[in-house]
């Protein structure tokens, strides 16, 4: 050990208390970026599977060009061929196949428009949470026909309820007209207006029969074991599709590119909470340069005679850096550790929102919100607290060069 360190060490515990309250204030920044990091992270997280799980799902494989235009002759033709090898994935959690149609919707006194989708009524509910959406009427059966859910807005506009019927005229895929009465059998709430208000659901069977679709869909949806894996189960299905004999070539999209407004929002959210976590490391950092400024105030005579014996005021200088950077190493070393603690705490039991719980289950949200503890939030907020508490430190110490031997001696 040099004998700065030294030096710097025994310093800062020449006045214990300012020492303690001074690393105590960045333990504490540093413990609240962690916890608050992690947080928002959690809540990210929660908030994409939610909004996943109701329609989008974490990737899609769809034809080229379908998310643009979503042409009814953009189908994938052999669905099979992909699911099939979607079951040996192992990161895969559930898949199901959709194929979709924009229709008039008429009942006896309304027509509006809407896109009507075809599901797999047993694999739809492995992958989204249109089955707990159901408030009245119940969900579909593989065995059903003739049968519908619809959305609760698009039920309103239609003045149509539980076993009333709808007439539906459309575009099948060979160009014919696709016409049929189907029958309300449960409508659904997914607390996103849009959807609810434009879409109906059929089994898949009845669709493709309907809208001439010869045993194609037009997505094949995939939820993932966690958001960690979508961008590596992307790649393999990615890699799978270039060798896939198709006349339409075929591309997967993740949720990100299916739902641009979701990370739009998320990146909005990051940047106002960026203006708060500023502010609490400006005033950590100014805390720091007001400690190395009143023990260079303090020191002022002790640094005069140090270079009237010959003490460089550079080595003095380095010293006062030393004890910055050792005040601070332990205030975020502390900060680390005590972030990850209560961090971990909330990962494994979280938070219970208990007035809301109930409200947001009836739409696939839990009521226990989870922090999430990553490297990004272990490590982004300590780290930018030591930089800038040490950049702050310089001022104070830069004052050494400033000083004269006489009047630094006779300082009082």
Known sequence: MS????????????????????????????????????????????????????NTGHLQIQAKGYQENS???????????????????????????????????????????????????????????????????????????????????????????????????????????????????????????????????????YFQTVYTMRGGVHKIVVNVKSLDCVSAVKKRIAEKLTTVDSKKPLVVLDWKELNPGLVQSITMDLASGAIFYLILIIVSGFSIMNTFLMSVFERTKEFGVLMAIGTAPGRLIKVLLIESTLLTLAGVVISMVSGAAITLYFQIHGFDFAGASELLNQYGVSGRMYTRLTPVSLLAGPITVMAVTFITALPPAMRIRRLKIVEAISFQ
């Open 3 to 54: 004998i700065e360190i030294k030096m710097a060490w025994r310093n800062l515990w020449r006045n214990p208390r300012r020492t303690v309250l001074s690393a105590a204030a960045i333990a504490f920044a540093g413990t609240l970026l962690v916890f608050m990091l992690s947080w928002q992270f959690g809540a990210y997280e929660s908030m994409i599977n939610s909004s996943v799980k109701i």
């Open 71 to 205: 042409d009814i002759r953009l189908e994938i033709p052999d669905p099979e061929s992909l699911i099939s090898f979607l079951e040996k994935l192992g990161d895969v959690e559930a898949y199901t196949s959709r194929a979709i149609a924009f229709s008039l919707a008429s009942s006896e006194d309304r027509t509006y428009g809407a896109a009507v989708v075809g599901i797999d009524p047993d694999q739809e509910v492995r992958v989204s949470t249109i089955k707990r959406m159901i408030r009245k009427g119940s969900y579909l059966s593989s065995s059903d026909t003739n049968q519908a859910l619809v959305g609760k807005l698009l039920a309103r506009n239609l003045s149509a309820g539980v076993g009333d019927e709808l007439t539906l005229l459309g575009q099948g895929l060979d160009g014919s007209i696709a016409a049929t009465v189907v029958q309300v059998k449960g409508i659904y709430s997914s607390g996103m207006d849009e959807f609810d208000r434009s879409s109906i659901q059929l089994p898949l069977n």
